[in-house]
């Protein structure tokens, strides 16, 4: 049976997860909670902690916040501050390759190099997210009416990506092969890189918050259902023509988070009642790891080995879920 352990956090959690064997909940109050060989608690901001990203290895987690400023902290009791923009609310991060990182506020993207380097992007509209491709220095801005790719290390022209609405939180397939936004209308928009082919996953009764990637990449799972909606990344076509996966459906409640298990095809689905369950693609088998709380769950993660999963909530809820006696 799933084991709970839980752990006081202040305020909503803006991002629960692991830094290699240390679990850190970040919380919009500016506290970041790290659980390890006991608990400790850092406060890098001033103020309000805004958006929380792990480095691609694992050793250390951006946030950036209302006090204008991005660090990085690790589960050790280190801290430094990468970036500081006076004035400006930094309210989105993106882990690139080799420590390089992206962060923005307002209409202006910065790519901060491993060496310190800083590189500007100046965009018409509001920045909506960011992300970097799974390989190389191409970084994905959102933004309204699409999103466009620069390569951050060249001065190559941006490829412009177009389609009408404000576009969101970003997302790269694992293979780069697609690009995916979600939307301030409820659907997720995509391309297909090569040609620039449209994608339009339409249907949801709410706004798509949060989405993840199964572990071959053939699924892209999502939120903002009564279930967890899980579309078809395998073929020419992606999900155009194929109907997507319906996992954990309840008519009670909406789905607000969603985390695939990093080895198997399994997906752990948070609601907006506080009740987490794992569920399998093949057949829908469902597992309750946590009964109704407080508030909606908006964060989950998995662990490299996938027998641990954090997760936070609205209310201030945190724990991790161990799945092994």
């Not at 679990?23 to 006991?38: C, L, M, R, W």
């Not at 093949?282 to 709380?293: H, Q, S, T, Y």
């Not at 997760?311 to 201030?316: D, K, S």
Request: proline letters at 5%.
């Amino acid at each position: 049976m799933p084991t709970i352990a839980p752990v006081d956090v202040d305020g909503f959690v803006v991002r629960a997860g692991f830094l290699k064997d240390c679990v850190f909940f970040a919380s919009g109050e500016g506290d970041i909670v790290f659980s390890g060989q006991g608990e400790r608690t850092e406060r890098p901001h001033k103020a309000g902690l805004l958006a929380a990203e792990p480095v691609r290895d694992g050793a250390g987690l951006i946030t950036s916040g209302d006090d204008g400023r991005v660090f990085l902290s690790d589960g050790d009791g280190s801290c430094e501050c990468l970036a500081e923009r006076p004035r400006k609310w930094i309210d989105l991060v993106a882990a690139g390759p080799s420590g390089a990182i992206a962060f923005a506020s307002g209409r202006t993207a910065w790519v901060r190099f491993p060496d310190g380097r800083e590189k500007e992007f100046s965009n018409d509209t509001a920045v909506g997210g960011l992300a970097f491709a799974p390989k190389g220095m191409r970084l994905a801005v959102s933004h309204y009416d699409g999103a466009t790719l620069y390569w951050a290390g060249t001065d190559g022209a941006p490829v412009k990506l177009t389609w009408k609405g404000a576009h969101l939180g970003v997302s790269f397939s694992p293979d780069g092969k697609y690009l995916v936004t979600a939307m301030q209308e409820n659907a997720l928009h995509g391309w297909r890189l090569s040609d620039g082919q449209d994608m339009r996953m339409t249907g949801y009764p709410g706004k798509v918050k949060s989405f993840s990637w199964s572990a071959k990449g053939r699924y892209l799972a999502t939120s903002g259902a009564n279930a967890a909606i899980l579309w078809p990344f395998f073929g020419k076509t992606g999900p155009m023509g194929q109907s997507p996966l319906q996992l954990g459906a309840r008519g009670d409640a909406l789905v607000t988070a969603v985390a695939c298990h990093p080895v198997e095809d399994v997906a752990a689905v948070g609601y907006q009642d506080g009740m987490i369950m794992m569920c399998r693609f093949e057949d829908n088998a469902e597992v309750l790891l946590r009964r109704p709380g407080n508030g909606p769950v908006s964060s989950l993660d998995w662990d490299g080995d996938g027998t641990r999963l954090a997760f936070g909530t609205e209310a201030g809820e945190a724990g991790i879920v161990s799945l092994q006696d």
